[in-house]
């Protein structure tokens, strides 16, 4: 989705330092790449964004696919983040497919207020045509294998009743990395930077420190 789903968390995070939201190639308000990319792909291409426009090493927050992102980022360039922050990290390899996908999200969401369902649904549309190429290449993606690369202090945060981004599979992403803590926001599903950012910010501001 787009980094405007995200004001919340922004505005929560605001004085803590100079904070950056993006929109990944293809998604909200930026350009479609000629194809789709794949997460190390993207991952490339936000590095040499903070390479030139940030200039120093970042504290990254990914959300859901873009925790793939920044996954990638930690073990393709490890020059330009400080820490990291998985929030709602995909793709559990227990529900690599995209029925079960699908299911776990339309269950996690069934529960969201119309707000923040009308709000993902506008992000999917601009999303554009290729929205299931662009899924496919998130479950292409295995981050199991990349766990073990990521050198950057990294918080694993999920929302306690998140369906998408199981307890299980959060762990076992702390437990494969090798400086890696795990919290979780009460109360909360998949969707826990969108609707009421500010526990997970809290947790986020902590962890960052003074960065």
Known sequence: ?????????????????????????????????????????????????????VREPAVVIGHSMGAQVALELGARHPGTVAKLVLVGPTVDPAARTAPRQFARLLRDIAVESPRVIARGAREYVRAGPRLGAKFQAMLAHRPEDVLPRVAAPTLVLRGEDDLVATRQWCLRIVAAMPDARYSEVPDHGHETMIRDAAPAAALIREFAGDR
């Open 1 to 53: 989705m787009g980094r405007s789903v995200f004001a919340d968390l922004v505005a929560h995070l605001d004085g803590s330092g100079e904070v950056v939201a993006i929109d990944l190639p293809g998604y909200g308000e930026a350009p479609e790449p000629e194809r789709v990319l794949t997460m190390e792909r993207t991952a490339d291409l936000v590095a040499r964004f903070l390479t030139e426009s």
